[in-house]
């Protein structure tokens, strides 16, 4: 299994990107789907996260401006930002979880930077 991950640039404070991760591979079950971030020198933090069932969480930080969706045709998650922050800027690395065939899988991350 193999995750990639796009949509990843630079944009100005308040203004909006979406998010793109794709799992590639036989895959018969996904668990989770989820968005992390990390800054330098900083641990990687959860952003968001949605299950098989279509629950989902977020950060504090991210609430009301973070979407996260998915597609299970495409076995892809995706995470609309909007209204976003200079404190948004990071690595952003998607995460599957899966249970079949078992594994927590990570994406090779994308950079999103937001401007002031």
């Known amino acids: 299994v193999q995750l990639q991950a796009s949509g990843g640039g630079l944009v100005q404070a308040g203004g909006s990107l979406r998010l793109s991760c794709a799992a590639s591979?036989?895959?018969?079950?996904?668990?989770?789907m989820g968005w992390y971030r990390q800054t330098t020198g900083k641990q990687r933090e959860l952003v968001a996260v949605?299950?098989?069932?279509?629950?989902?969480n977020y950060a504090d930080s991210v609430k009301g401006r973070f979407t996260i969706s998915k597609d299970n045709a495409k076995n892809t998650v995706y995470l609309q930002m909007n209204s976003l922050k200079p404190e948004d800027t990071a690595i952003y690395y998607c995460?599957?979880?899966?249970?079949?065939?078992?594994?927590?899988?990570w994406g090779q991350g994308t950079q999103v930077t937001v401007s002031s």
């Open positions: 995460n599957f979880v899966i249970r079949v065939p078992r594994g927590d899988y």
């Open positions: 591979g036989i895959i018969f079950s996904i668990s989770a």
């Open positions: 949605i299950t098989s069932g279509g629950t989902t």
